[in-house]
Nanobody, 124 residues
Framework: QVQLVESGGGLVQAGDSLRLSCAAS????????MGWFRQAPGKEREFVAG????????YYADSAEGRFAISRDNAKNTVYLQMNSLRPEDTAVYYC?????????????????WGQGTQVTVSS
């Protein structure tokens, strides 16, 4: 059973940085695509960043490009989202997600596995 556990959220001020972690277990993740999503109150869940576990290629939403960085630690089975220059509009619950297969996809319903989410709040 795949399990994803996020951590690292919190309350920060605009311009600050946060690093989110996603500890993954229950599968051989080299065959998976990992994604970070976020959902703000009253809005749909949206893709933020993604990467294949098997290589270094990454993919970002326009809102994250240049400010956020997704990475992984194979030894720890953990995926990270480094968020810099945070803005109030980045406030949301952030979710880690996994899907079997290497195809890049930004659609939430293509991911079978989800963490419980971690709240990020950016004050102005």
């Amino acid at each position: 059973q795949v399990q994803l556990v996020e951590s690292g959220g919190g309350l920060v001020q605009a311009g600050d940085s946060l690093r989110l972690s996603c500890a993954a277990s229950g599968a051989t993740f080299s065959d998976y695509y990992m994604g970070w999503f976020r959902q703000a109150p009253g809005k749909e869940r949206e893709f933020v960043a993604g990467m294949r576990w098997s290589d270094v290629r990454t993919y970002y939403a326009d809102s994250a490009e240049g400010r956020f960085a997704i990475s992984r630690d194979n030894a720890k089975n953990t995926v990270y989202l480094q968020m810099n220059s945070l803005r109030p509009e980045d406030t949301a619950v952030y979710y880690c997600a996994a899907r079997y297969g290497a195809r890049i996809t930004t659609r939430a319903n293509n991911y079978a596995y989800w963490g419980q989410g971690t709240q990020v709040t950016v004050s102005s």
